[in-house]
């Protein structure tokens, strides 16, 4: 069927849902997948393209050839031009705005100077926008006649501008109903709505989302011309993409999602950069281990122990860490409220580790038989935890107050710290009682 | 201000945004929270509520007298209702309905029986929904008479039913514009519309989300009664909230999220759970390390990186993890797949695992000077990467075939068996060639 047959893969894959169109394809290597795409017509290649991650869409566009390419992007709406294009390689962007009519090109290039994480990259230019002069009966009939190209838009509301394209007021089609037809809409709009500028980022658009029950917001640029609406469910799309982003970058997963179609060097490459930090990180906290051989080598019970301080503290502060973050995101912790977080993470801590200091004492008592084994380990486990979980909920406010990702290294950052400080409690207190564990 | 001055209370917070009204109410405890709840009029009580996260909500509206709740809870959409409802004690939720008129009760009891992340659960019943038989200068009398009830309905649409309440069409509301007064609706509305039922699982509402460009769905019973619709904003809202709890399970938060203003012990306790399963899991990997005791006494250089090879095979493990949970949330991988996606891993973990392989031992044969040592660590590492990758990229796909949620299990499993075999590959290696390496 991928041999060339493109009424033979048009049905196959309109019998499918998206999802499974998606799955279908992704199964293929990437000439198939190529073949795919140019026998369809470009209106239904941009339908699928939509339903591919992101990545997965530029990493396909970049390998079409341009002209099959240009016909694909000019069927997609403005917002979704702008993130793919932004995707893209430089020069595959390049060629493919130039292919395409001028005005259209110049309106996509001033949405892709915007990241996807601000409003210019969210923002929709298919609205319904009227001259704030036109009389009822004009925009009716304008409506009905453009019934087919507006199906597809929000129609909710429509936007007047005045003669300098400038937003003067918002006109909820309902009020349509209800108006005289010779009367100019200027009479029956919102006048002076909210709007928003393009650089506005995700953050302050949840908040006026939250803040508002409106399902679009226009945005207007700095002369407040018209540039086109921001709807409510594209910052929720953003938002859970952000939020995803953040659990594969806390996981060691950076630079973007990976997904398992992509080069096997790519996927390498990337992975093995974060590995080595953290492995050059890892080798300095074992540095720790290495002063200590004497201690270590006179009671060899200890090197049981190492692992489990490392990793239990390791968990205690990935949970301080998670809930800093998730209160970050929330706006209920400010970046500089590292006291308040620090007092409510060492109560939690204090009980936390005892416990957990208790249980390895237990272990290591009922074990090796010398309770001093299992007073060294329990008391390092419980300080440690209450350094752990100091540093876990403390570290992404600090991060963020000094403009890192907190997302990427507040993970890192903990485990070397408490790997050391664990480290160094097991073999130091060993150290001061070392007649007693021999 | 806290002291029972209603109108100061409602003029600082109504200068606040509804973030930093959050923020404000985080700070209080929870006798003033209550009371400035009850101070405000029930309406915006609600709005209040409705930008705290919902556990938090929850909590509050938990220690409110059952008459103020109840209140308040009136004030709210249906959706918002069931949520909340779901989160309360038993006993206060059961109060409160009994506060309520029973009509509203009934209903929302209703909705209450589905979860958040089924469409019952995410339904509204605020809707426009009209007779089939209504004339359309009928419906135009009703929506300019109700106005003001409206204004926060989502309008775009309207829902027409038979004399049974069963769904027969939607009527797009700019159709109303072009159609003639006396006409009945149902000439102009669309039959037949797409539709769903309550129990579908919030996975498939993404996906006919993602397959249809409409804003809503109409939710029907088995008998095709109209029940109410779901929001694709609402849908959006409940994807993120799946993902940021997937970030939070996978770093020990389970159970809902924590926020810094639950009491003390409750966070300890949830916390604690599972750091037990946690160190009880690492005892047992540690358990390896004892039984090669003797090999590590004779060479300690050996326990310098045990710790190393436990960390790093975490973190590349954890890696396939993420991808594989991002993979599967995407609809990009089917749980039975598990061979392709462990013959895709094993690729990316050979070349990782060379390198890092390559790197530990030059280190060892650096500091220590003994290239056997070098070979011991570095093979090791290899080996386990290889391990690690495996397992990682393939036990979410196992866990959710067998209906566990990955994320929670994923982690702790990963670690327990990377572990082991770590100390294991380690610790056998080097007892093989000891005496290379004394």
């Not at 179609?261 to 093995?272: C, G, I, V």
């Amino acid at each position: 069927a991928e041999a060339g047959d493109a009424i033979g893969v048009e049905n196959f894959l309109s019998k499918l849902g998206p999802n499974d169109q998606a799955l279908a394809l992704n199964r293929l290597d990437e000439e198939h997948y190529c073949a795919v795409l140019t026998l369809l017509p470009a209106e239904e290649a941009a339908e699928i393209l939509r339903h591919l991650s992101e990545t997965q869409a530029a990493e396909l566009v970049d390998s079409l050839e341009v002209s099959d390419a240009a016909a694909i992007v000019q069927e997609m709406t403005s917002d979704e031009q702008a993130d793919l294009l932004g995707d893209l390689d430089d020069d595959q962007a390049e060629s493919i705005l130039r292919a395409l009519p001028p005005e259209d090109a110049a309106s996509v290039r001033e949405l892709a100077a915007y990241s996807d994480d601000q409003a210019g990259g969210l923002l929709v230019r298919e609205i319904l926008r009227f001259n704030q002069k036109s009389l009822v009966h004009e925009v009716i009939t304008t409506l009905s006649e453009n019934a087919e190209e507006f199906r597809d838009y929000d129609v909710q509301y429509a936007y007047l501008t005045d003669d300098d394209e400038k937003l003067v007021g918002v006109l909820p089609m309902r009020n349509l109903l209800f108006a005289k037809r010779t009367d100019p809409v200027a009479d029956i709009m919102i006048l002076d709505p909210l709007s928003i500028t393009a650089s506005m980022p995700l953050d302050e658009l949840r908040d006026f989302f939250d803040a508002h029950h409106f399902l679009g917001v226009p945005v207007v640029d700095d002369n407040h011309k018209l540039l086109g609406v921001v709807h409510r469910n594209a910052v929720d799309y953003e938002s859970t993409r952000a939020a995803e982003n953040d659990f594969l970058k806390s996981q060691g997963i950076i630079g973007g999602e990976e997904l398992r179609t992509m080069p096997l060097w790519q996927r390498a490459k990337r992975r093995l950069s974060w590995l080595s930090i953290n492995i050059l990180l890892n080798i300095g906290a074992a540095g720790v281990i290495a002063v200590y051989q004497d201690t270590l080598s006179k009671v060899i019970a200890l090197a049981v122990f190492l692992p489990i301080i490392s990793d239990m503290s390791g968990c205690s502060g990935n949970q301080a860490v998670a809930v800093s973050m998730r209160e970050l995101s929330l706006g209920l912790v400010r970046p500089t409220e590292m006291i308040r977080v620090w007092l409510k993470e060492i109560s939690v801590g204090l009980i936390n580790g005892s416990v957990l200091g208790l249980l390895v004492a237990i272990v290591a008592v009922v074990w090796d038989g010398n309770p001093y084994l299992g007073l060294v380990v329990g008391v390092a486990l419980c300080a440690n935890t209450l350094i752990a979980v100091s540093i876990g909920g403390t570290v992404p406010l600090l991060l963020k107050r000094l403009g890192f990702d907190p997302a990427v290294a507040s993970g890192p950052l903990l485990t070397t710290v408490t790997d050391m400080c664990g480290f160094f409690l097991v073999l130091g207190l060993a150290t001061a009682m070392l007649e007693r564990l021999i």
